[in-house]
């Protein structure tokens, strides 16, 4: 009896086995291409999310319902919060002679957004805006070293090098100057700070650092630009565990007295408690009379 030769199926797909051993580097390769593309593109969408946010809540302001908080809303906002945290309270003799200058009114006109942020603070300097915000020549026995006009002071270091890309068009003569630890060692911002410095912007942890090493000083410091901007998971620099504790730290025995002299103004950059309660409250009562 004849045996029958059975021959091996002939593969479908020759191409695919036809070096073997790239095969797995290939799916590798790809793999981590993939892993790249989607981190890149997750970064892409957390931009847009932050600018459609933005844009969102500087959209809410402008509608006709609701007002933009007045400077006393904001002040009445900002004591609340400095006596939630710390308990200070500040009386109505203590608050009369400054209740008027100390918080900034921003322009209606512009969006609180990073990219308008140098253009508020040129605003709010009217005229002197030049001498105070871009010059950068030390003039011995004028301008201290180390002392800036402005501090901005925000949550992480991510958000201070964000804020610092707003201020370029009034940091090119002086350079403003990076106050947080994120890859930057103390002695190196200490290095810096003896020269002529009209702007800083970091974190309430390595500002009180340099404040208490006498490294940066506050002669000058007329202005400090509070970001009320929220993080993703919605935290902010009055709200996040650990920052919101340093910030007032800071602000308790580094500005508050100063404040109440009336030497320092507070800006609360971003979204802030509108009015619409209050207007609620009055319509109940015309309505109850």
């Known amino acids: 009896m004849a045996t029958t030769e059975v021959k091996p199926s002939a593969d479908k797909n020759p191409k695919r086995i036809r070096n073997p051993s790239l095969g797995p580097n290939k799916d590798l390769k790809k793999k981590k291409k993939t892993k790249k593309s989607k981190a890149l593109a997750f970064?892409?969408?957390?931009?847009?999310?932050?600018?459609?946010e933005q844009k969102s809540e500087n959209d809410g302001d402008e509608q006709p319902d609701s007002q933009p908080a007045s400077a006393s809303e904001q002040l009445s906002f900002f004591l609340n919060q400095l006596e939630s945290a710390i308990g200070v309270r500040v009386s109505t003799i203590e608050l009369d002679p400054i209740k008027d200058k100390c918080i900034v009114e921003l322009s209606q006109r512009l969006e609180q957004n990073v990219s308008n942020l140098g253009e508020h603070i040129k605003m709010s300097y009217g005229s002197s805006w030049r001498e105070s915000l871009c010059e950068g020549e030390l003039i011995e026995g004028k301008v201290?070293?180390?002392?800036?006009?402005?501090?901005?002071?925000?949550?992480?270091?991510?958000?201070?090098?964000?804020?610092?890309?707003?201020?370029?068009?009034?940091?090119?003569?002086?350079?403003?100057?990076?106050?947080?630890?994120?890859?930057?060692?103390?002695?190196?911002q200490v290095s810096l700070l003896k020269k002529r410095v009209n702007i800083g912007s970091g974190t309430p942890s390595r500002i009180k650092k340099l404040i208490d090493i006498e490294a940066l000083g506050l002669s000058r410091l007329d202005m400090i630009v509070l970001d009320m901007h929220t993080d993703v998971k919605g935290f902010s620099l009055f709200t996040l565990p650990q920052v919101r504790d340093e910030?007032?730290?800071?602000?308790?025995?580094?500005?508050?007295?100063?404040?109440?002299?009336?030497s320092l103004r507070i800006c609360l950059y971003g979204p802030k408690p509108s009015a619409p309660k209050v207007k609620n409250n009055k319509k109940q009562r015309q309505n109850q009379h």
């Open 144 to 188: 201290d070293t180390g002392s800036p006009s402005v501090l901005v002071v925000s949550s992480s270091a991510l958000r201070s090098l964000e804020l610092l890309r707003g201020l370029h068009s009034l940091t090119k003569q002086c350079p403003a100057v990076k106050l947080f630890s994120k890859h930057l060692k103390v002695e190196e």
């Open 43 to 52: 970064d892409k969408t957390l931009e847009k999310s932050n600018r459609n």
């Open 247 to 262: 910030f007032w730290d800071l602000y308790k025995n580094c500005f508050h007295q100063k404040v109440l002299e009336g």
